[in-house]
């Protein structure tokens, strides 16, 4: 087997990784700035107070990160330990990270009809990594 085999898709996982980790940053940082910062280092007992329109849309994003991103990871590392990566789990990978790197900016400029195609984008990623594992690709 090519040693090169699934460096594609596991780069693409750790960088999803990384860009998981910015999405918790800048959400944070946003809804700080909005909240305060005595809020977030209290237990939170009350609720949360009103936040702006950016620091929703980032927090929303990274909510919908944690969403997708088991729903990919799962798929990358089968297709490696199986050994079915190929073209298409190669270019699965890639679109899923490049779509989601996108969908961060979109989303928190509020780009309403670009954020759903850049969404979907992300998922025929997972799609294609989904169908290689399972070895219908």
Same mark, same amino acid.
């Given at each position: 087997?090519?040693? /090169? ?12 990784? &990384?860009? !998981? ?5 800048? =959400? $944070? ?12 280092? $209290? $237990? ?7 936040? !702006?329109?950016?620091? @929703? ?5 990274? /909510? ?5 991103? @088991?729903?990919? +990871? ?10 079915? *990566?190929?073209?298409?789990? =190669?270019? !699965? =990978? *890639? ?24 969404? +979907?984008? $992300?998922?025929?990623?997972? &799609? ?10």
């Amino acid at each position: 087997m090519n040693m /090169a085999m699934g460096m594609t898709e596991t780069t693409m996982l750790l960088w999803s990784v &990384v860009l !998981g980790l910015v999405h918790i940053v800048i =959400a $944070s940082m946003a809804v700080n700035k909005d909240v305060g910062l005595p809020y977030n280092l $209290s $237990s939170r007992d009350e609720p949360c107070p009103p936040i !702006g329109k950016t620091a @929703g849309r980032l927090a929303r994003a990274a /909510a919908n990160f944690r969403e997708t991103f @088991g729903l990919f +990871a799962v798929p990358v590392i089968l297709v490696v330990l199986l050994h079915r *990566q190929d073209n298409m789990s =190669a270019m !699965g =990978a *890639q679109l899923y990270f490049w779509a989601r790197l996108v969908y961060l900016p979109v989303y928190a400029l509020g780009i309403q009809v670009v954020r759903t195609i850049v969404w +979907a984008v $992300s998922v025929v990623g997972i &799609v294609m990594v989904l169908l290689a594992a399972l070895g219908l690709a």
